[in-house]
């Protein structure tokens, strides 16, 4: 499976914006879905954004109208734009690839969000 490698995390103030980006080391554009997964201290990972090869996109609802996430295959890079950022958004974020449909993810290392109130 293919590498993939997220940068663009940090420190922000709440209410700010951030922008992840996820390289794959190999071409993206027949893996059925990219999405981002999150991991906050004492929590589950959970989804919150993919999108699929046809085009679609989903959110979670903690982060529906807050996020997009854009794909774009011929780069080979994903990416998750974060805006109105609360404490509540800190957490390691993952980039992830599910190949086929219903089938397993995998991630990268992830990278930290930290945001102050």
């Known amino acids: 499976q293919e590498k993939l490698v997220e940068s663009g995390g940090g420190l922000v103030q709440a209410g700010g914006s951030l922008r992840l980006s996820c390289l794959a080391s190999a071409n993206i554009s027949s893996i059925h879905a990219m999405g981002w997964y999150r991991r906050a201290p004492e929590y589950e990972r959970e989804v919150i954004a993919m999108?699929?090869?046809?085009?679609?996109?989903a959110y979670s609802e903690s982060v529906k109208g807050r996020f997009t996430i854009s794909r774009d295959n011929a780069k080979n890079t994903v990416w998750l734009q974060m805006n109105s950022l609360t404490s509540e958004d800190t957490a390691v974020y993952y980039c992830?690839?599910?190949?086929?449909?219903?089938?397993?993810?995998?991630w990268g290392q992830g990278t930290q969000v930290t945001v102050s109130s």
């Open positions: 992830a690839a599910q190949p086929v449909k219903s089938g397993s993810w995998y």
């Open positions: 999108a699929t090869a046809n085009g679609g996109s």
